[in-house]
């Protein structure tokens, strides 16, 4: 791959010996794209996602969730269709044994090509409180999942802004902490109903596709809060080791690398757990964008996960790991000419 050096070469010799060289993005185009996204402009996301100390996102068993539940999912739902047209968002309500009162939030962009396939972006939007005392008073799930959440929202702006070959479809899942028949309950109940397989009759659901148009899932769920020891590292997770899996996951790092600054992503595996998985499990390249550090982080699953917490999350980490994870979606999808 070939790299424009800013320095002249004179000056980069004698500099070399002190500092590395800095070399510019392969696409300059690319690179312009991921930096709408700013620091205000994903922080500015979160008020409006319930993510306050005292928020409560957790699904209940009940025949309607928590006021802050259907709020976050409305406001996902209006800033989608400020971005992608009301006509291409839809709410794909459900319910599950006594879990009532459920949705996906789904929006389209539909792309140049029809050949060229989707690539689905997703974050789920319900919140947890492992604490057995704290059941039913708090659950703002700031880092889990409004940071991913705020990506989200994020990369539909812009790429609602520009002209894309492949359609992307944006998903805000419902129901996700919890498994069901070993996957998360809202995105899977996405695919089963919405996915159709080439041996079925044509669904005549809202948004149809079909399993081999997928290109892969992006999945963004807590990516805010990296771990001291693995300072400035996003954890990328996968769930099959098959080749193919392989080879989408080292082209998402070596992209995402390339564009990013002050932060990089490395391979941490396999891991069957969050939406991804769904599609994963079902031979479809998809990725997991995990911080490094929620095994250790002290708020997970608390009513301190919150943003008024100033532990809580790093929003420069999380807004640059929303621009790499953007890089990649873009060398997919941009127009050829570019």
Same mark, same amino acid.
């Given at each position: 791959?070939?790299?424009?050096?800013?320095?002249?070469?004179?000056?980069?010799?004698?500099?070399? *010996?002190?500092?590395?060289?800095?070399? #510019?993005?392969?696409?300059?185009?690319?690179?312009?794209?991921?930096?709408?996204?700013?620091?205000?402009?994903?922080?500015?996301?979160?008020?409006?996602?319930?993510?306050?100390?005292?928020?409560?996102?957790?699904?209940?068993?009940?025949? @309607?969730?928590?006021?802050?539940?259907?709020?976050?999912?409305?406001?996902?739902?209006?800033?989608?269709?400020?971005? *992608?047209?009301?006509?291409?968002?839809?709410?794909?309500?459900?319910?599950?044994?006594?879990?009532?009162?459920?949705?996906?939030?789904?929006?389209?962009?539909?792309?140049?090509?029809?050949?060229?396939?989707?690539?689905?972006?997703?974050?789920?939007?319900?919140?947890?409180?492992?604490?057995?005392?704290?059941?039913?008073?708090?659950?703002?799930?700031?880092? &889990?999942?409004?940071?991913?959440?705020?990506?989200?929202?994020?990369?539909?702006?812009?790429?609602?802004?520009?002209?894309?070959?492949?359609?992307?479809?944006?998903?805000?899942?419902?129901?996700?902490?919890?498994?069901?028949?070993?996957?998360?309950?809202?995105?899977?109940?996405?695919?089963?109903?919405? @996915?159709?397989?080439?041996?079925?009759?044509?669904?005549?659901?809202?948004?149809?596709?079909?399993?081999?148009?997928?290109?892969?899932?992006?999945?963004?769920?807590?990516?805010?809060?990296?771990?001291?020891?693995?300072?400035?590292?996003?954890?990328?997770?996968?769930?099959?080791?098959?080749?193919?899996?392989?080879?989408?996951?080292?082209?998402?790092?070596?992209?995402?690398?390339?564009?990013? #600054?002050?932060?990089?992503?490395?391979?941490?595996?396999?891991?069957?757990?969050? &939406?991804?998985?769904?599609?994963?499990?079902?031979?479809?390249?998809?990725?997991?964008?995990?911080?490094?550090?929620?095994?250790?982080?002290?708020?997970?699953?608390?009513?301190?996960?919150?943003?008024?917490?100033?532990?809580?999350?790093?929003?420069?980490?999380?807004?640059?790991?929303?621009?790499?994870? *953007?890089?990649?979606?873009?060398? #997919?999808?941009?127009?050829?000419?570019?």
């Amino acid at each position: 791959m070939k790299y424009t050096i800013k320095i002249h070469s004179i000056l980069a010799i004698a500099l070399s *010996l002190f500092w590395p060289l800095v070399a #510019q993005p392969a696409n300059p185009v690319i690179d312009s794209l991921i930096h709408l996204i700013t620091y205000d402009s994903y922080v500015a996301h979160f008020d409006s996602l319930r993510t306050n100390n005292g928020h409560f996102r957790k699904v209940i068993e009940a025949e @309607v969730q928590s006021a802050d539940h259907d709020a976050c999912r409305d406001y996902i739902f209006r800033s989608m269709q400020h971005v *992608l047209g009301a006509e291409n968002v839809s709410l794909h309500k459900f319910e599950t044994g006594n879990y009532k009162g459920l949705a996906n939030v789904i929006g389209i962009k539909k792309g140049s090509s029809p050949d060229c396939g989707f690539i689905i972006i997703s974050a789920h939007y319900d919140s947890n409180n492992s604490n057995e005392t704290q059941l039913t008073n708090c659950a703002p799930g700031a880092n &889990d999942n409004g940071t991913g959440l705020a990506a989200l929202l994020e990369i539909a702006r812009v790429l609602s802004e520009i002209e894309t070959e492949c359609s992307v479809i944006f998903a805000a899942w419902d129901f996700e902490e919890q498994m069901m028949y070993g996957f998360p309950v809202g995105s899977n109940h996405w695919f089963s109903h919405f @996915v159709r397989n080439s041996k079925k009759k044509k669904a005549d659901e809202v948004f149809p596709i079909k399993r081999k148009e997928i290109i892969a899932n992006i999945n963004f769920d807590m990516i805010g809060n990296p771990m001291e020891t693995l300072d400035g590292k996003l954890v990328l997770w996968a769930c099959l080791g098959n080749r193919s899996h392989k080879k989408f996951i080292d082209s998402y790092i070596t992209i995402f690398n390339e564009y990013t #600054q002050g932060i990089s992503a490395i391979n941490g595996g396999m891991i069957p757990y969050s &939406d991804h998985y769904t599609f994963a499990a079902r031979r479809i390249p998809a990725v997991e964008n995990l911080e490094s550090g929620f095994s250790d982080d002290p708020y997970y699953h608390t009513c301190n996960d919150n943003i008024e917490n100033e532990k809580n999350i790093n929003f420069s980490f999380a807004t640059e790991v929303t621009r790499g994870g *953007l890089a990649y979606i873009l060398s #997919q999808c941009l127009l050829k000419n570019d």
